[in-house]
Structures are given as structure tokens and as C-alpha cells.
């Protein structure tokens, strides 16, 4: 009798060990709405389009000058982005967006189509809005290419505004 039950235990162990090997990645992934948790890269450029050097790790940048902002986010395999709601994101302090109101941005998909070739497809009129310091981002759940923004795990979009330096800045944190 213990003989049979031990089997049977050992065959479930290993029906659970197959199972979970089986789990994609992203299934243990943490999701998150602060933007700041997946800020890759900031570039900041002059009216003329030239990039603001850094000097000692900090950005040179005058008061009452405008510069356009690109600011990149980039989820991973363990750190995902949010499948519904709005992410935000604390626009440093000094720094004021030039053009209000709703802007949108498109995303371009990778993922693997079938037999496993890379597959590339764009998620449209996603939207962004800078107000009172917030910049909130929301993705376009209507877009027919959603389904494949919501299963990848490398998803990486950059929002490019105007902004105007407010106030005197010695530092600007960005993350």
C-alpha cells in the first residue's frame, strides 16, 4: 500500500514540476505604473536639434530656454509594464511642457510569429498628457495589435515634448 501511494505521490510531483517548466516567462513578472522603475535613456536637445552635453554628470541648461526632451522606458522579462490603466511618471522639478493637451505615439511590436519567425507590428495612437508636473501614459487597448503588446515582454516606447526650464537648475534627477 505505502509502496502505491509513494508512486503516485512522485508521479504528481513531477506532473507539477513539468507543468510549471512549461510557464512562460512573464507569468512571475512584476508589473508597474511608476514609469520612473523602467526610464532607459534621456536625451535632451537644444532648439537646433543639438544634444545637451554632460559636463561632470550634469546637463548645462538655461532658465527661460526651451529644449526638446526624449525620454525612453523599457520593460524586461521580470519587470513588465501595467496590461490595463495609466502609468505615470514625475516630470523633474524647473522643467514645464511647451503645447498642452493629449498627444498620441505609436509602438512597434516584436514577437515571434509562426514557426518562431520574428513578427513586427505597430500598436497605434497610444496617448500621453504632461499635466501639473504628471506625465501620464495610457496604451491603446482598441488597436488590433494590442493582444501582441500585451504578451511580449521587451516592449520599449520614447515620448518627445518641448519643455521649457522654468526655474534656475543645478541638478536634474530624472530616476
Known amino acids: 500500500m505505502r509502496r502505491g501511494l509513494c508512486k ?11 507543468l510549471v517548466g512549461e510557464m512562460p516567462y512573464g507569468v512571475m513578472a512584476r508589473s508597474e505604473t511608476d514609469l520612473k ?16 552635453p554632460e559636463k561632470d554628470g550634469k546637463l548645462k541648461i538655461e532658465k527661460g530656454d526651451t529644449y ?8 524586461t522579462q521580470d519587470h513588465q509594464f501595467p496590461d490595463e490603466g495609466d502609468m505615470t511618471y514625475t516630470i523633474p522639478e524647473g522643467l514645464e511642457m511647451v503645447g498642452g493637451g493629449i498627444k498620441t ?6 514577437y515571434n510569429g509562426a514557426g518562431g519567425v520574428p513578427q513586427t507590428v505597430t500598436v497605434k495612437d497610444n ?46 534627477a530624472f530616476s
Not at 508636473?133 to 516606447?157: C, R, W
Open 68 to 75: 526638446k526632451l526624449s525620454m525612453t522606458f523599457s520593460e
Open 105 to 110: 505615439f505609436d509602438i512597434r511590436v516584436t
Open 8 to 18: 503516485r505521490i512522485i508521479a504528481w510531483v513531477l506532473l507539477i514540476v513539468m
Open 127 to 172: 496617448t500621453y498628457e504632461i499635466k501639473n508636473g504628471i506625465l501620464t501614459v495610457k496604451f491603446n487597448a482598441q488597436d488590433p495589435n494590442y493582444d501582441k503588446l500585451k504578451g511580449s515582454d521587451n516592449v520599449t516606447f520614447t515620448i518627445n515634448n518641448d519643455f521649457k526650464v522654468t526655474e534656475e537648475i543645478t541638478e536634474i
Open 37 to 52: 522603475e523602467f526610464l532607459t535613456e534621456v536625451v535632451l536637445t537644444d532648439d537646433k536639434g543639438k544634444q545637451i
